[in-house]
Each structure stands twice: as C-alpha cells, then as structure tokens.
C-alpha cells in the first residue's frame, strides 16, 4: 500500500520546487506576513519554510498528514466557492511520503510551540520506542515546515531530478513569482550555508516595488500597467461569468531575449502556452526581431470555471470562454502599448 501511495504522492510533488510552491501556498493560506525559505542541495537534503501566520492546533498535529485533511472546506457547496488555494489536502500527505517531514507550530493561543514529525502520511516518534505524540517546544507564532532527504525512498524521482544548482534556481523561480504577487509579504530564500539571501522582500511593498527588486530597475522603469475586466462586469447578465485581470508590461522600450512570463489564476502559479504565445504576439511589431517582453498577469476567474487543483503535474491550466478572455486582455494590452509609443 505504501509504495502505492508512494508513487501517487511523486504524481503531485515532482521536485523541490513543486513541494515549495504547495507550502508557500499554505503560508499564504495562514495569512502569513513574512515566509523563509531556506535550502540545502537544491532543497533535496532540506527544504524549509517558516512563516508567521496561524499556526496549526495541538490537536490537528495527529491527522495533519492524512490524504484529505484540510481546514478550507466544509461543506460540499464550498467547493464551488472556494477561493484559496488549496482543497485538496494531499499537499502534506504526499510530502510525508516521499520525505522526512517535521512541523513546529504554535498558535497565538497556545503558550508553547509544538513539534511533530511525519512519515507515510502518520505521525512518527522522534526516536525508536517513544510514543508517536506531538512534543512541547520553544517557538514563536506561526509554522515552520522541515523537508528533508526528498524522494530517499522513491529513486526513480531522486534520479529524474537535474543537479542540484538547477533544482535551486526553479525555487528561486517559484519564491520571486510568489514574491511579485505578495507584494504586502516579506520573502527570502536563501542556501542554508550561506547568510546573505538570494531573494529578499520587505514587506508592505507594491507590485512594482517587488518587480524592480526582484527583475531589475530596467523592467521596473519601462512597466505599463493595466486593469482589465469582462464586457459584461456590470453584473446585468448572470449567463456569462464575470472575470478581471491585472496585467504589469513592459514597453517598447525594453527588449531582453527570453520572455519573462508571470502567471496567476485565482493567486494560484500557473502555466499556459496559450496564453504565453497570444501575448508574445502582441508585441510582434512594437519589440524589435528577436527582443522578447516582460509580463505579469494575474487573472481572477469565476472559480466555477477553472480548475486550477484539478491535478498538480497538469501545468498547463484551462478555463471556460478561454479564447475570449484571452482575446480580451491582449486587445487591451496592444491599445496601451499603441497608446504609450505615440
Ligand atoms: P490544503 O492546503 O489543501 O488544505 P495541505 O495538505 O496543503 O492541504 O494542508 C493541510 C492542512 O494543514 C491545511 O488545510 C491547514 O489547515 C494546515 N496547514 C498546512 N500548512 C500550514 C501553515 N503553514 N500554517 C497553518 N496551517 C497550515
Ligand atoms: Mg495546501
């Protein structure tokens, strides 16, 4: 049974980075302020985040690595209405199977932190012959998530993985995406040996803030910026779902020679080809040959939808009335780039 779930559980946490995109957005879940991540090995020998948010209760700890325990749905008809990130509960389930998992917690209400290690979704002792119970301990408010020796008991993940300096640059990746579309939270990164961070942010910055440290003051100074919403936001119609979109791009006057694309649906990291490709074109034109843009979107649509969950390793995301929305935002984006080179 084990090594069934073992290999369902490399089905949604495929590497480093896709393990560090569920526990930031389980951070961002908690309402956290400020998110540290820090990485041993291209985060295979240690993946850490700590955050400042909720916490999780003592008496959570025993099922918190059980497949389908979550704190974000109760009832059948929030599925329709969900508007976190996550519903699923396997996040943590699927990282305990396939890694070391400690979680330190404490709640503004409870007066110490509690400690509690995981392993095959269960709660483990601390050492062999002790009772698998969570332990007191000293800790500030808020969860920090220790991964360590990822996919140890599953090498066909272990050898699928590229070196370690590649694995760390797409979690560099995934924390300053995550960083550009929090821009009130306070993100670092940095390689456990070393103490100055490869991504920092303070908190309480704005998204251009956020871009200019993250991307370089080249991107920040050429940026337009666009609110965009459905023909039919007035809410007269109630057939066609109502979206909006937020969009930061650069101009013509910035050329860099790969595309740089920021996606967020329902504030959830995503990827479309599609979307990619209309927007590229786009700039067919206004960028001279070979030149490439930077562009940030963050789409919010009727979580009726989209499915955003609907499988983790299924990376490129689909929606209802896809090409008419997509339609949409290029059109507007083009005006403004016409509109900013006159
Ligand atoms: P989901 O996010 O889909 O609910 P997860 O497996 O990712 O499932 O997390 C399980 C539960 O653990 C969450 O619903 C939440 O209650 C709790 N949890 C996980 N991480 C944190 C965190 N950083 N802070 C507070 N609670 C957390
Ligand atoms: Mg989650």
Redesign the pocket.
Known sequence: ESVINRIAAGEIIHRPASALK??I??SL?AHSTSIRVTIKDGGMRLLQIQDDGCGIRKSDLPILAERFT?S?ISTFSDLSKLTT??F?????ASISYVAEMTVTTKTKADSCAWKACYSDGALVPFKQGATAEPKATAGTDGTTITVENLFYNTPTRLSALRGSAEEYARILDVVTKYAVHNPHVAFTCRKANSNSPDVTTPSGSTVTQAIRQLYGQTIAKDLVHSVISSPNESGESDDDPTWSAEAYYTNANYHAKKTVFLLFINHRLVESTQIKKALETVYTGILPKGTSPFIYLSLQLDPRTVDVNVHPTKREVHFLDEDAIIESICDKIQQSLVAQSQ
Do not use: F
């Not at 699923?88 to 943590?92: D, I, P, S, V």
């Open positions: 569920e526990l957005e389980n879940d979550t974000k990130y996550g699923r509960g396997e996040a943590l």
